[in-house]
């Protein structure tokens, strides 16, 4: 009877149900790169990305008076029915009533205050680096399309800023947007809701060339590639789990194939855009840093997991932008678990790149 109830009190709803008598303001064609042939094994939660359409359409929306939840950033039709559109991490959790992810009693306590115009949320339930720039920034490119771009849009953000957010915002913001910082003790009612739905598939970095063509521009170095850094990402400071066990050893191995090791942790965003601007190989445990592949060329990237089964944000990414993609895999149960890596395959695996690199060599004319 207890679930019942909490059940009934918040739940989702679909953008479509909601303004199914309504057309679209734009529609965007979206590519999914798919699964290939030799592809590594997907985490289960990650399924549906197997059969997912080569090409699918997205679309922006007008809710009238609906709310922004600043708490868990969250867009709702009413007092709670949170719109599954604005939850980037809603597959992670399949099966699970929502209102064990989100405190229903927020939704119905919290007093409102009421914004004119048309606003539009800015951060999602998740906000670290990866669902920033996946996720959250390529939102606002709905806002330079033609029903949209004449019109003023208040961007609605829970301050204070990410550093990444700080970093990216002026360079992306279009010029019709302005940024809006709100108090999350509230719930904001505004008088039209711009709700887009999102470039990108759960679990899946891979987005749209037309999107990256107006993002890339704004935020690359610009001059010419160098083509010179051979990178791995420690995670021994970064938050969370997925640490190397005996990184040591993974060290010594990345070092002697001229690898430097980078706690990006230590580097300002616009050096490590640099750094993966002009990267030639990528050696690093699954987790947010692996993000500035966005910003390389043509790269190769190795993937360390802690299961069998990956996590495929990056290696959609990595498909999606023509990098070439390897996986290595421990034997773990929790995705987000401390891992040894087999160091013995990681050497070979980086070996055979430098002998089919000196191959390549061999055959370029004189």
């Not at 303004?19 to 734009?26: H, N, W």
């Not at 606002?140 to 849009?153: G, I, K, M, S």
Request: proline share 8%; charged share 20%; aromatic share 10%.
């Amino acid at each position: 009877m207890r679930a019942r109830l909490l059940n009934a009190l918040l739940r989702e709803t679909r953008l479509g149900e909601l303004t199914r008598a309504t057309p679209p303001l734009a529609e965007l064609t979206v590519q999914h790169p798919g699964v290939a042939a030799d592809a590594p094994v997907l985490s289960s939660h990650a399924d549906f990305l197997r059969t997912a359409p080569s090409a699918s359409t997205r679309v922006v929306k007008l809710l009238p008076r609906a709310y922004f939840d600043g708490r868990f950033n969250v867009v709702l039709p009413r007092r709670g029915r949170i719109v599954r559109e604005t939850d980037n991490v809603w597959r992670e959790f399949p099966g699970r009533p929502f209102h064990t992810l989100y405190y229903w009693r927020y939704h119905y306590t919290l007093p409102s205050r009421t914004l004119d115009g048309l606003c539009m949320a800015l951060r999602s339930p998740a906000n670290n680096y990866y669902h920033t720039l996946i996720d959250n920034l390529p939102r606002l490119y709905w806002l330079t399309q033609p029903a949209l771009r004449d019109q003023h849009v208040r961007v609605l953000v829970p301050g204070p800023l990410r550093p990444w957010e700080a970093y990216f915002l002026p360079q992306v913001m279009p010029d019709n947007a302005e940024l809006c910082v709100v108090e999350p003790q509230y719930l904001w009612r505004a008088e039209q809701m711009v709700v887009g739905e999102y470039l990108s598939d759960p679990m899946s970095g891979a987005l749209p060339q037309h999107y990256l063509d107006y993002f890339l521009p704004r935020v690359l170095p610009a001059r010419p590639r160098q083509r010179r850094h051979r990178i791995y990402i420690s995670r021994r400071q970064a938050p969370g789990g997925r640490r190397i066990l005996n990184e040591e050893a993974v060290r010594a191995c990345v070092e002697a194939q001229d690898f430097t090791v980078y706690l990006l942790e230590t580097l300002a965003i616009s050096e490590q855009i640099a750094l993966f601007y002009d990267a030639e190989i990528v050696v690093a445990p699954h987790g947010a840093g692996i993000t500035n592949i966005l910003f390389a060329a043509a790269i190769t990237l190795v993937e360390l997991h802690p299961t069998r089964a990956i996590m495929p944000h990056y290696y959609f990414m990595a498909r999606a932008m023509g990098h070439a993609y390897h996986a290595l895999c421990a034997d773990e149960t929790d995705r987000h678990s401390s891992f040894s890596v087999d160091v013995e395959a990681l050497t070979q695996l980086l070996q055979q790149f430098s002998n089919d690199e000196d191959d390549a060599r061999a055959y370029e004319p004189a």
